[in-house]
Structures are given as structure tokens and as C-alpha cells.
């Protein structure tokens, strides 16, 4: 397994922006994600999805809490992927987690689904 190098987050205050990255460590062996995507979990919630995408199509999935409002894409170039969060409130707080995975899975949304995961970082939203 690798585990991802993760970006970004912060305090953020109520109403604003968060720019979180994710690419693979540079001594990684070449490897071929087919998905990749950003969670997220509270002491009180389990790991929820939060966004992913197809990096072969490019097509994006949402939870709905965060649709209309965020983006999620890739950057080919860097074997990057960079969600953005708009408008954030305090239920955006959490620890936000990237993950990938090698081969074709059924509900990009379940971590489950994952087998290379970051180590985390957290965007705390104050009022």
C-alpha cells in the first residue's frame, strides 16, 4: 500500500474556501490509480466520502451535503488531485482524508472501496 501525500486545510471561518491536494509520495513505483478521492470523519461519524473521481473518464461524484459547491479534479501533470470547498460551514469540519484505488470499483463513495490512504488533514470551520 502507499500512503498519499496530502495537502491543504486549515481554519477556515464560516462562508469560506479550502483548497486540499493529494498526490503519492515521490519515491513511489509507478502506480495506476483508477479512482481517487477525499473522506472525511468526526469523533462522532464514521469516514464519509466526500468527493471522487474517475481519473481514466474524469467524471466526479459528490455527496450531496457538499454538491454545488465544491470541485473536485486532477492535474495529469502531477499526479495530483485538488478538491475545492466553498461556502464552508461548521459541519465541514472534519479530518479529510485522501484515498485511491487500482482497480474498477462499484460506489466510489465507500471507503471501503479504497486501498491506498493519506494520513490526514484537518479544515476546521468556526462561525
Known amino acids: 500500500q502507499v500512503q498519499l501525500v496530502e495537502s491543504g486545510g486549515g481554519s477556515v471561518q464560516s462562508g469560506g474556501s479550502v483548497t486540499l491536494s493529494c498526490t503519492p509520495p515521490g519515491n513511489t513505483p509507478s502506480v495506476t490509480y483508477i479512482y481517487m478521492g477525499w473522506f472525511r470523519q468526526t469523533p462522532e461519524k464514521e469516514r464519509e466520502g466526500v468527493a471522487s473521481?474517475?481519473?481514466?473518464?474524469?467524471?466526479?461524484w459528490y455527496t450531496d451535503p457538499v454538491k454545488g459547491r465544491s470541485t473536485i479534479s486532477q492535474d495529469n501533470a502531477k499526479n495530483t488531485i485538488v478538491l475545492e470547498m466553498n461556502d464552508l460551514n461548521p459541519e465541514d469540519t472534519a479530518v479529510y482524508y485522501c484515498a485511491a484505488a487500482t482497480t474498477w470499483i462499484k460506489y466510489p463513495l465507500r471507503p471501503e472501496e479504497y486501498t491506498d490512504w493519506g494520513q490526514g488533514t484537518q479544515v476546521a470551520v468556526s462561525t
Open positions: 473521481i474517475n481519473l481514466i473518464s474524469d467524471f466526479p
